[in-house]
């Protein structure tokens, strides 16, 4: 099966679903694409372009269409579970996919009536990840994302962290270099609790680093037991208080270890629904 993978060039979603899972499934992947003509099937990463897909459906190309975060952000960050269906079923009628690749269990879910085979499948952790070498003290609590994405979770974990004499840094330059990192947002729409992938999570357990996480599906749905659950700074205080001791880092790094979602597996899981479709 010759595939391609295509989509537009972003800081999150098109490295790892496009570049890295692309390669790995031994796909030709190439940014906004212009020829299309030899092959079986195209996987577009997140939002497609309409001529894209008009060149697609004149070649007779099968579209499969990898959803994640494809949602207008910020303001979809906020729809209401009636508002995300809403928009999901109009993407779907333009796309027009064969077969959907969703982020989590429960976008597969609410997109099981459109009348295609839905694959939910997660991130993998970033290949080649450091492992944390779990300090003695805790001296730094990490995020890695955007940080227009924490609203008020930045000056709660500022000064939480202050109060320890911890520091809170956004996007260290490693993961293992924080010894607690945190996957928290600010935002309570359906699209985010839902659909957004669980890479934060992913890469936590691959780097064997303590994590803190909101209760999101992607989250619970990759959960392996070693996670720690905050939705205010209540919570947050009392997961930082469980983490502070050395020996309970060194117990989450083990089960978090054991249950890595690494490069290959992903491919392998992805490879093989892939070549069991029908067109």
Not at 10 to 39: M, Y
Not at 72 to 89: I, S
Request: charged share 25%; hydrophobic share 40%; net charge positive.
């Amino acid at each position: 099966m010759k595939l391609l993978v295509t989509g537009r060039p972003t800081k999150g979603s098109w490295p790892i679903r496009g570049v890295q899972l692309g390669g790995a499934i031994g796909a030709h992947v190439e940014e906004n694409i212009n020829k299309v003509n030899g092959f079986d099937a195209a996987i577009i990463v997140k939002r497609p372009r309409l001529d894209l897909l008009e060149r697609l459906r004149q070649r007779g190309v099968p579209v499969i269409w990898d959803i994640v975060d494809s949602w207008p952000q910020p303001v979809g960050n906020e729809w209401t579970h009636e508002q995300c269906v809403a928009w999901l079923r109009n993407e779907f009628e333009t796309v027009q996919p064969k077969a959907i690749v969703a982020a989590t269990e429960q976008m597969a879910e609410d997109c099981k009536d459109f009348g295609v085979p839905v694959l939910a499948l997660p991130h993998h952790h970033r290949p080649g990840i450091k492992r944390n070498p779990i300090r003695e003290r805790v001296r730094t609590v990490g995020y890695e994302g955007g940080e227009q994405y924490l609203g008020w979770w930045a000056p709660a974990l500022t000064k939480a962290c202050a109060s320890r004499g911890w520091t809170f840094v956004v996007n260290p330059e490693h993961l293992a270099d924080v010894d607690i990192v945190v996957a928290v947002r600010h935002h309570q729409g359906y699209a985010a609790k839902s659909w957004k992938s669980a890479v934060k999570l992913a890469n936590a357990q691959g780097s064997g680093t303590p994590c803190v996480a909101n209760r999101e599906c992607g989250y619970f749905e990759t959960r392996c037991g070693g996670e720690r659950w905050a939705t205010d700074e209540n919570g947050m205080q009392q997961a930082l208080d469980y983490l502070t001791p050395c020996e309970a880092r060194q117990l989450v790094q083990r089960t978090f270890l054991a249950h890595t979602l690494p490069l290959d597996v992903i491919a392998a899981r992805y490879l093989k629904w892939l070549r069991a479709l029908s067109f």
